[in-house]
């Protein structure tokens, strides 16, 4: 099976950086993803990482690991709107068919 | 508006009864995911389906079950309604079968079962 770790909850001031990290322990591994989930709201895409290294996209980016089975995403700038969950999801294909198996998300709480 | 529609927006029903979920996928987009996400959890997965076909399956119980028709559009059909069974049910599609790179989610559905 996979199992995916990341923090519950995380809390930082606006304009600061904030880092959330995610390990894996998968089989058959394509890619990380990352979500963002605001309260009551439809998860929305952020990143994706099949290879190793940073990619940035705006205030955000994730860094991948496959040696380590571990990745990131890193939130630059901080804003109040980016309170909010953010999960990270990782690729697997398989005989039986492919799909992203989430982790159990990590609550960012941006104080002023 | 992310282009994946489902409905309804919000569904109360009592226990033992039998309820179904429609999704349509974003234009384009072969690949239908449900997802269950309970209170301040994370995102199950319950199946998959590529044009009309059953990819892969999760943890889904016996009691659920679901289809794609031609036109795209997914159905999700919970029956014997428990309790527990309380959720937000997402509906995901994306354009490939394999649907790593990115998915499009709808607005989920929030089923109460009282």
């Known amino acids: 099976g996979q199992s995916l770790e990341q923090p519950s909850e995380v809390t930082a001031v606006e304009g600061a950086i904030v880092q959330i990290n995610c390990t894996y322990q998968t089989s058959g591994f394509y890619g990380l993803s990352w979500y963002q989930q605001h309260d009551g709201g439809a998860p929305t895409f952020l990143s994706y990482n099949a290879l190793d290294g940073l990619e940035e996209t705006g205030r955000f980016s994730s860094f991948l690991s496959r040696s380590d089975s571990y990745g990131y995403l890193l939130l630059q700038e901080l804003q109040m709107k980016d309170s909010a969950s953010y999960f990270c999801?990782?690729?697997?294909?398989?005989?039986?068919?492919?799909?992203?198996?989430f982790g159990g998300g990590t609550r960012l709480m941006v104080k002023p | 508006d992310s282009g994946v529609t489902q409905t309804p927006k919000h569904l109360i029903t009592a226990t033992g009864q039998r309820v179904t979920l429609r999704c349509s996928p974003r234009?384009?987009?072969?690949?239908v995911y449900w997802y269950q996400q309970s209170l301040d959890q994370g995102l199950q997965f319950l199946i998959q389906?590529?044009?009309?076909?059953?990819?892969a399956k999760g943890n889904i119980l016996e009691r659920f079950s679901a289809q794609q028709f031609p036109d795209l559009h997914s159905e999700l059909n919970l029956s014997s309604l428990e309790l527990g069974d309380s959720a937000l049910y997402f509906c995901?599609?994306?354009?490939?079968?394999?649907?790593?790179?990115?998915?499009?989610f709808g607005s989920g559905t929030r089923l109460t079962v009282v």
């Open positions: 999801a990782v690729r697997v294909d398989s005989n039986a068919g492919n799909m992203l198996t």
């Open positions: 995901a599609s994306s354009s490939a079968g394999t649907g790593g790179y990115g998915y499009t």
């Open positions: 234009s384009g987009d072969l690949s």
């Open positions: 389906y590529y044009n009309g076909e059953e990819r």
